[in-house]
Structures are given as structure tokens and as C-alpha cells.
């Protein structure tokens, strides 16, 4: 576990009884007592998620928006200094490199928020399509810790800690503050499904600031939660994770995400034309979702058939649904196989799965 990186909470998280895992590289807490009492205490009232493996990336100067908009399929013309962005970015190929969420601060100051595994792969593959566009590209991982308190108790905990006016932070943007006396960029974006607050802040200040959180929900129910639940949760609101329902051979189309693609957008991104290709003749392979019925896990990887025992595709996520009780999951299948019915052979059984169009539960909505 040595060879890990850690990050700023991680004796925070060994004090707190954190089950620490491997995670993409990352030693991380995977759970702290139950992952289905973690998730269960989001879904009723707040959880306290360190994502701080995550990436940052700051994209600066007159050429910033005309190169994030050559490297996303999404359209950055729709932000303004406060708005955050939803983004594949894609190969040529229409496999995606990674999805991150793109924060514009000003007008020529992006900042970038990408995945734990890819921050490598994403910055090199940014320096790379960088060369001929006026910006600067510099990686601020090491700069910021990042905590998450998600739930329907979330803003109320966090507005206890902090002058900004969180009711005027709509979904999708974001403020500068501070929290607990921490400066923050304070913004509202969530991946359990739940209304919450994401908390970008100086390394250095994450114990003070995570503590103080702590503080102030535990009277709330507030539970401290790890990246067990936070599967278990974004899988129950439909939403994807590079590496399983996103990757280099799925693309935003397969996935179901056509509307994060503005093929009317003025700059011609990487990947627009197998993309556009794509939709206009429809994707090999689509990505569904599922429920069984069954409590038995359809684990990644799972063989997915066709009624007549044909292999048809591969499960790509699968887990417990804490509140429906029964396994759910999503899977890779031919796109022709992908309205028929289709089973999951596991250890021998092969267990009918039912198509559901996520969310798999009803999700709260922010304002």
C-alpha cells in the first residue's frame, strides 16, 4: 500500500475506521462501516465523500475557449464566469479519453475537474491538441483537495459554515467563498443523484475543513461515506463512469449521452465526424441498464445473452440498489439485441434482466 498516493485526509480517514483500498492508484476509503448504511444515510440525509484523487486543471488565455471547444463535444460558448459544463472528450475514433466538468471562472480562465485514472492520459492528450491554440495548460492536482457532502440535509449543513448564498448557486454553477473560514470554489454539480456541494480547497486546509463539516452535520445525520456507496449511488442515479459505461471503444452516443455532442457548434472537435456518423446510422453497440428482481450481484464483465443463449454483450457495472432491495447494473450489447430480451449468466444461472431507463430511483432535484 506504500507505493499509493494518499491524499491530505488520509490519517482522517484511518482515524475514522476508513477500509482503505486501492483505488485507480489512490489509497483510498472505500467505506467506513456499511456501504449500504452509507448509502442509505445520503439518500435520507448527507454523506461526506473525499474525491480529492480527482484531477484539476487549469486552461487560461484569449485561445482557452476556441481549444476546449476543439477537445469536448460539449459547447463551452453555453458557459459564463460561474456555470459548469458536462463533457465527454473524445478520440478521433469517438471513444472517449475521459469526461470532466469544465468551470469557467472568466472569460479566458477555465478550470477543469477530470477523472482520478485518467489525469495523466488527459493532461498529455491536452498539451498535445494545446500546441497551436493561444492557452496555457498546467495540472493543479497537488493544489486542491476536494470534498463532497451530498444529500438532501447537504446545503443546509453547508450553508451553517458559510456566507454565500447557496440558495442563489443553481445546479450546474458555482461561487468563490469561504467555508469554515477555508477559500473555496463551492460548487453544485453531485454524482450520487442527490442535491450537494462539491468543495475545492487548498490541500493543506482539507483536515480543518473536513472536521468542521463533520462537525456541523453530524447533528444532522451526516455520515462520512467511501467510494463503496458512491458506485452503489451514482450506478442507482444512471449515471456513467469512465472506464465502465464510458471508455475508448463506448462513445457518448453508445452511452446514451448524444445531448452532451453540439455537432452545431462552431469548432469542429475531435471525433465530430465518426460521432455525426454514428447518429446518423445509429452506434454497433449500446449501452442499457438494468434490474433483475434478484439480489444477487450481475458483477462487470458478467456474459449478457439473448433469450436463445447467444452472447450479445458484457455487463459493465452491477451492484445492490440499497433501496430497491435487488441487483441492478448496466450493460454493453449489441445494439440490435439491445430491445429484446436479454439474461445474465452468472456462476452457471442465467438471471432474466429488465430493461429500465435510469434513474433506477427518483432523484431530488436542486434548484
Not at 472517449?96 to 477555465?110: C, I, T
Not at 448524444?258 to 475531435?270: N, P, Y
Not at 454497433?284 to 447467444?310: P, W
Request: one cysteine or more; proline letters at 5%; charged letters at 20%.
Amino acid at each position: 500500500m506504500s507505493s499509493l498516493k494518499r491524499t491530505s485526509l488520509h490519517e482522517f480517514h484511518v482515524a475514522h475506521g476508513g477500509r482503505m483500498v486501492d483505488f485507480a492508484g489512490w489509497e483510498m476509503p472505500v467505506q467506513y462501516r456499511s456501504i449500504l448504511e452509507e448509502h442509505k444515510a445520503v439518500r435520507k440525509a448527507a454523506g461526506l465523500f473525499d474525491v480529492s484523487h480527482m484531477g484539476e486543471v487549469d486552461v487560461k488565455g484569449p485561445g482557452a475557449a476556441d481549444f476546449l471547444n476543439h477537445v469536448i463535444t460539449n459547447d463551452v460558448g453555453s458557459l459564463f464566469p460561474g456555470r459548469v459544463l458536462y463533457s465527454p472528450m473524445c478520440h478521433p475514433t469517438g471513444g472517449v479519453v475521459d469526461d470532466l466538468l469544465v468551470y469557467q471562472r472568466a472569460p479566458e480562465d477555465y478550470f477543469l475537474c477530470i477523472n482520478a485514472g485518467n489525469i495523466a492520459r488527459d493532461l498529455a492528450w491536452l498539451e498535445a491538441e494545446a500546441g497551436r491554440f493561444a492557452v496555457t495548460v498546467n495540472d493543479r492536482s497537488c493544489d486542491y483537495g476536494l470534498i463532497a457532502i451530498q444529500g438532501p440535509l447537504a446545503s443546509l449543513i453547508v450553508q451553517g459554515l458559510t456566507g454565500a448564498r447557496l440558495d442563489c448557486v443553481k445546479t450546474y454553477h458555482f461561487v468563490e467563498g469561504t467555508v469554515a473560514g477555508v477559500q473555496c470554489i463551492i460548487s453544485r454539480t453531485g454524482y450520487t443523484g442527490e442535491d450537494g456541494f462539491e468543495l475545492y480547497h487548498a490541500a493543506s486546509d482539507s483536515v480543518m475543513l473536513t472536521e468542521a463539516v463533520v462537525a456541523a452535520g453530524l447533528p444532522h445525520g451526516l455520515e462520512l461515506a467511501g467510494l463503496g456507496a458512491r458506485d452503489s449511488l451514482r450506478l442507482e442515479a444512471g449515471y456513467p463512469l469512465h472506464g465502465h459505461e464510458l471508455s475508448d471503444q463506448i462513445s457518448p452516443i453508445a452511452a446514451g449521452l448524444g445531448w452532451t455532442v453540439k455537432f452545431d457548434k462552431s469548432a469542429d472537435f475531435i471525433g465530430r465526424s465518426t460521432l455525426l456518423e454514428e447518429k446518423k446510422n445509429g452506434p454497433g453497440k449500446r449501452v442499457v441498464y438494468f434490474r433483475t428482481g434478484d439480489r444477487r450481484i450481475v458483477r462487470a464483465e458478467a456474459a449478457v445473452l439473448s433469450q436463445e443463449g447467444e452472447p450479445v454483450g458484457r455487463v459493465l457495472s452491477g451492484t445492490l440498489s440499497p433501496i430497491l432491495n435487488e441487483a441492478i447494473g448496466s450493460a454493453l450489447v449489441d445494439a440490435a439485441a439491445a430491445g429484446t430480451p436479454l439474461v445474465a449468466e452468472i456462476r452457471g444461472a442465467r438471471l432474466p434482466l429488465i430493461r429500465v431507463k435510469p434513474p433506477f430511483v427518483e432523484l431530488r432535484k436542486s434548484t
